[in-house]
C-alpha cells in the first residue's frame, strides 16, 4: 500500500524560503512519478512540478527559477525547496505519484496517490 505523508509547511514572509518534505513507502513499481501539487481556497488543485526516477523534472512556470524539487530514491523521501516565496505561493501543498512515467502536463487527475496536504502561507 502506498503511503504519502507531507511535512515542512507552515508561515514565512514575502521573499522567504520553506521546504517541503514527503516520506513515501510502498512504492515497488520499477518506474514512477512523484510531485507536487498546491490548491489555493476555491481553486482546482493545480501542478507545481515533478520529477522521476531518473531525475526529469518539470515545473509550471509560475514557480520556475524559485522551487526546486529533488528526491532521495534510498529513502524514498521526496523534497520540494521553495525561495523567494510569495503571497500568491499561499495554498495547500500535496505530495503525490503514479506509475510508470511522468506526463508533460502536470495534471492532478493523472496521479492515483496523494498525502494529506500541509498548508503554506505566504504574508506580505
Known amino acids: 500500500q502506498v503511503r504519502l505523508v507531507e511535512s515542512g509547511g507552515g508561515s514565512v514572509q514575502a521573499g522567504g524560503s520553506l521546504r517541503l518534505s514527503c516520506a513515501a513507502s510502498?512504492?515497488?513499481?520499477?518506474?514512477?512519478?512523484m510531485g507536487w501539487f498546491r490548491q489555493f481556497p476555491g481553486k482546482d488543485r493545480e501542478g507545481v512540478a515533478t520529477?522521476?526516477?531518473?531525475?526529469?523534472?518539470s515545473y509550471t512556470d509560475s514557480v520556475k527559477g524559485r522551487f526546486t524539487i529533488s528526491q532521495d530514491n534510498a529513502k524514498n523521501n521526496l523534497y520540494l525547496q521553495m525561495n523567494n516565496m510569495q503571497p500568491e505561493d499561499t495554498g495547500a501543498y500535496y505530495c503525490a505519484a503514479r506509475s510508470w512515467f511522468c506526463l508533460p502536463a502536470l495534471r492532478p487527475s493523472d496521479y492515483g496517490y496523494w498525502g494529506q496536504g500541509t498548508q503554506v502561507t505566504v504574508s506580505s
Open positions: 510502498g512504492l515497488t513499481y520499477s518506474r514512477y512519478c
Open positions: 520529477t522521476d526516477i531518473n531525475g526529469h523534472t
